[in-house]
């Protein structure tokens, strides 16, 4: 049973555009919502999260909005760049426990 | 301080072989998590240790195990490997053992140790 959904597997932006990346949940107890990058080669890294009583959370070019009400969460990159060309996981925590969406691969264009 | 560090980075098996990954946490991280990536299936959890006992299991099979040692050091083992078990095993640590209430508990991944199954 996927709790954590990514529907889109990939995405192109030009550079300096908007990256809007994309996340269903199914599960009304997840606590924390978060966003992973990973490059090939490498383990996933931690990018930005939000609390389940938030609805936007921003980190420089990075804001994760929440619409529990829909149960999606977004993640958008402004300016794109492309060193942000990665693999992008969406993740739902409740205490321990971890899901994870299957990712989307982001490719900025320069 | 040091990150997460798996070994080890690649291997090679055969079908029928058993084998053993290593994963060392970060220093004072309790907890930690392994997880299975293939192409299209995202991250699947495999468990969760702390404190030497698995608190968390997901949906694999008895082939795959793991244990925790008295210094947060951690080990899975996968067994009468399959060619389906060829993926990227991934090893995550985490400081927060106090539930829902003391932020977001932040998963620190490994670089992984990536199965190859013949």
């Known amino acids: 049973d996927q709790q954590v959904k990514q529907n889109s597997p990939s995405l192109s932006v030009q550079e300096g555009r908007i990256s809007i990346l994309n996340c269903d949940y199914t599960?009304?107890?997840?606590?924390?919502f978060l966003w992973y990058k990973k490059y090939p080669a490498e383990g996933p890294t931690f990018l930005i999260s939000i609390s389940s009583i938030k609805d936007k959370n921003e980190d420089g070019r990075f804001t994760v909005f929440l619409n529990k009400s829909a149960k999606h969460l977004s993640l958008h990159i402004v300016p794109s760049q492309p060193g942000d060309s990665a693999v992008y996981f969406c993740a739902a925590s409740r205490g321990n426990q971890f899901y994870f969406g299957t990712g989307t691969s982001l490719t900025v264009i320069p | 301080k040091a990150g997460v560090t798996q070994t080890p980075r690649y291997l090679i098996k055969t079908r029928g072989q058993q084998v053993t990954l290593s994963c060392s946490p970060i220093s004072g991280h309790r907890s930690v998590s392994w997880y299975q990536q293939t192409p299209g299936q995202g991250l699947q959890f495999l468990f969760e240790?702390?404190?030497?006992?698995?608190?968390n299991k997901g949906n694999f099979p008895g082939r795959f195990s793991g244990r925790q040692f008295s210094n947060s050091r951690s080990e899975m083992n996968v067994s009468t490997l399959e060619l389906g078990d060829s993926a990227l095993y991934l090893c995550?640590?985490?400081?927060?053992?106090?539930?829902?209430?003391?932020?977001?508990?932040?998963?620190?991944f490994g670089a992984g140790s990536r199965l190859t199954v013949l």
């Open positions: 995550a640590s985490s400081p927060n053992n106090r539930g829902v209430f003391s932020g977001a508990n932040v998963l620190t």
């Open positions: 599960n009304s107890m997840f606590d924390y």
């Open positions: 240790y702390f404190s030497e006992t698995q608190r």
